[in-house]
């Protein structure tokens, strides 16, 4: 019989998830990214997180990496697009395990309309908040996401990305917004190093 990711242990699915994303995700070639920087490869990591298999094991190592690093928190998302289906694994993650995790996403500015959020879903107002974001290359969109939890009254406890590209990002996370910045994969377990 063959496993199915609701029988995985965590290893179990730490690794087939990496398979996944070097099979998926990774495309090699120039490309500009959204800093604006260009490099050798891209990874796409939409074509993880929004895939049949995929999406479960992102949820399942996901909180597993935020579980093991002892970190507390009751609600997951970041800036809308890229971490809007991270947000949701963790979610039923969350759920599977028996654990209320709300999810919420944050937009790149404050609605003019409607209710005026920046921050849509479930109240993160006094809260113990987990942003995250698929991958990061300078920070930005974590800080942004961490910018608008914040203003709208939420406690951010970490920033957590699945693949960390080595450029940066969690040191300027980490002394800008002040919160332990987490990966589930470096770019070296991708073989792009």
Do not use: W
């Amino acid at each position: 019989m063959t496993a199915t990711p609701d029988s995985l242990s965590n290893t179990a699915a730490r690794a087939r998830l990496l398979e996944l994303i070097k099979e998926l995700a990774v495309v090699r070639g120039k490309v500009i990214l959204s800093s604006g920087a260009e490099a050798d490869y891209y990874i796409d990591l939409r074509r993880v997180t929004l895939h049949h298999e995929a999406s479960k094991l992102v949820g399942q190592v996901m909180l597993s990496l935020i579980d093991d690093a002892g970190i507390d928190f009751e609600c997951a998302g970041g800036l809308t697009m890229g971490a809007d289906p991270v947000g949701t694994a963790v979610m039923h993650a969350a759920t599977d395990a028996g654990r209320a995790i709300d999810a919420f996403v944050v937009r790149k500015a404050q609605k003019s309309y409607g209710m005026g959020r920046q921050v849509e879903g479930p109240s993160v107002e006094g809260r113990k908040v987990l942003v995250l974001e698929d991958t990061s290359t300078t920070g930005g969109s974590a800080l942004t996401a961490v910018e608008g939890v914040r203003n709208a009254g939420g406690n951010v406890v970490a920033v957590a990305v699945i693949v960390d590209r080595d450029t940066g990002a969690k040191e300027k996370i980490e002394a800008e917004a002040g919160v332990p910045y987490l990966y589930a994969f470096s770019k070296d377990e991708l073989g792009l190093s």
